[in-house]
């Protein structure tokens, strides 16, 4: 398929509408919320689609809309949103997940969750102990995309979290257990990449494989731990490769807020990866060019394509399209193949209000616009 | 072998506590319950401590949202910043930004130490960032040379010791991560040696202890030597026993042998062969035994259950001593 230059497409969550919430919480909707449903609907169109719900959440009948059918219905607006706004790849903002980590190992045994960690502050998350060999009691989100394959209009992309991130968010008893004597440095890290590939092969691979059966051809995981150890560049690639291993689909590795010139040439070595979506706008600031780093990909000789994040996640400014198409053009000077970029935010959207992520989408389409513009129809 | 054995760092909130401080964050209780709940706790760790033998007991440093944070918003010239990564976890601290040369606030961060080590003051053990983590790990922009930075913080928590040790402490443990993560080189090194002797000045026949974890020391052996401190902390879950520079040590041999980053628990009569090899190869005139790295990224439960190793271990040492 010939696409035009520089498509567009979004990463992965976005904030849950608060009428979802109390929906989800079986709660009658409060002013705000009621507010919240009804002006997002007047602007891209998603309740109509299911009117008995957004009746009895309109109407203060919590009863007559079961937490299922409110998440359904978010996750139609969440399409509806990225639809809207001119996203050419889109999925449903995450809309019935709540976190990244905790959920697939869920899915999964050979788990033990122990107790809270704190993440920083008061916050805190469940951090769970791999206790013995990892199974997989059924792949997950085939429901959630195959909900989002009947209603999608734009192609959709499916993010799942990568087996490395799984691993490293985990702690290791079983398989450092086995390794013998001293646990040190050597140990664990021969552990891990054990971890890793148990992890990708005995869950993440039967998982995508029954996504593909379902029908799901563009597929993004998510490393965003791959940036913590640089020097588990390989653990991370074995785990792709293992998880992809005989597969056949679009897949992509995202990762954010790292070092990827420490990645790499290790990355590389991912052999089914289509794509690096990758974040550059956060760090894209006055007197540093954010999008130098991707000279080392040319330098290394690799031609894949890049998901170009080009609208920072964690500041409500919206980048103008002007900004936007400036971050293109630097992204084509250093990689020298317009063909081989995607557009994108960064990251996920969910810190970010809906307001706010709903600009910095509309001005990541805008920008894509304004390049394709100039790349298609060069002024002489 | 003179084995000593201890907290390294902030110990994890138990369960109570974790449900106590976010109903409080959601209005859902009040402060006197959560105070209540945070004093119960550090006597259940202090508890812990002296039943574990532990030399030097901490009450866990449990209010501290972060190592630096008692810094950050009681010291001139700091403010409080955005949540950053804390070396290579999934946990965060807010980055102290420094706006001007930094200034010390007397009494404010003796008034952030768990309450109940006051009444214990001369055994406890005080729990201070090093001066080069401490400058590494936040934002200047006060317009100060990283050099001049970690010298004036060696300064200022030299007079930090000083004040503590009039409060009848004895024993700093200083958390230096960076040391080995980034190992300092040319004047930064020179700076870190001049920190710590500022340090030294204040001790009075107190202890210092310099406590590494989160990379191989190796590189960092060198500046470490130098250091006018009682004892030196590598974390062996990073740094291979034959890698100890070999022969005698004027300073302590401190040794992370629990490893923070698993819930896996050491088997004892391993932790002791190591720590015979580390203290064969590296004769000093003390061993100092403990976690790695900070305990609080593990939950409640499973560092507890790591805790009770040590005694073990102790116990295995003493019975191969000659």
Known sequence: MTRALFPTQEIGSLAKPRWQLQGQRSEALDESARAELTSWDARVGFAAEAPAVRDALLTGRPEDAPPEAVRDLGALFALRFLETAGLDRVYDGEARRIEMYEYPIRQMQGFRFGGHVRSFDNKYYLKASVTGEVRLERPYHVDEFEFVKRHARAEPKLPITGPYTLADWSYNEYYLARQPGWKGRTARRAAQREFVVDLARRALRPTLAALIDAGCRVIQIDEPAAGTHPDEASIVVDGFNAATDGLDAEFSMHICYSNYADLLPALLEAKRCRQWAWEFANRDTAGHDGYAVLKVLADYGDTREVGLGVADVHRDAVESPEVVADRIRRAVKYLGDPQRIWVNPDCGLRTRSLSVARAKIESVVKGAALARAEFEHPRR | ?322
């Open chain 2, 1 to 322: 072998m003179n084995v000593r054995t201890g907290l390294t760092g902030p110990f994890p909130r138990s369960e109570a506590l974790v449900a106590a401080t976010r109903d409080f964050d959601r209005g859902r209780t009040s402060a006197d319950t959560l105070e209540e709940l945070f004093a119960k706790t550090e006597r259940e760790v202090l508890a812990l401590e002296h039943r574990l033998g532990f030399d030097g007991p901490t009450a866990g440093y449990l209010r501290w949202p972060d190592l630096f944070r008692p810094f950050a918003e009681t010291w001139e010239g700091f403010t409080v910043g955005p949540l950053t990564r804390w070396l290579e976890t999934n946990t965060f601290y807010r980055q102290p930004i420094l706006l001007a040369p930094p200034g010390r606030t007397a009494g404010a961060v003796a008034a952030r130490l768990p309450p109940p080590l006051l009444g214990t003051a001369a055994n406890a053990r005080v729990l201070l960032p090093g001066p080069y983590s401490f400058t590494v790990m936040l934002d200047n922009r006060s317009g100060e040379t990283e050099p001049a930075l970690i010298h004036r913080l060696g300064r200022l928590l030299g007079e930090e010791v000083r004040e503590l040790r009039g409060r009848g402490f004895s024993t700093f443990l200083f958390s230096e991560p960076q040391l080995v993560v980034r190992p300092p080189e040319g004047p930064r090194a020179e700076a870190v040696v001049a920190g710590y002797r500022a340090v030294e000045a204040a001790l009075n026949g107190g202890s210092s202890i310099v406590w590494t974890y989160g990379a191989d020391a190796r590189p960092a052996f060198p500046l470490l030597d130098r250091l006018p401190v009682s004892a030196v902390g590598v974390d062996l879950t990073e740094t291979e026993v034959e890698q100890l520079p070999a022969g005698p040590s004027r300073q302590g041999l401190g040794l992370g042998v629990l490893d923070s980053r698993t819930t896996l628990e050491e088997d004892p009569t391993e932790v002791a062969r190591v720590v015979r090899a580390a203290h064969a190869r590296r004769p000093a005139p003390a061993v100092w035994l403990g976690p790695g790295g900070p305990l609080d990224l593990l939950p409640w439960d499973a560092a507890t259950r790591k805790l009770e190793v040590l005694p073990a271990v102790r116990a295995a040492l003493a019975g191969s001593s000659p």
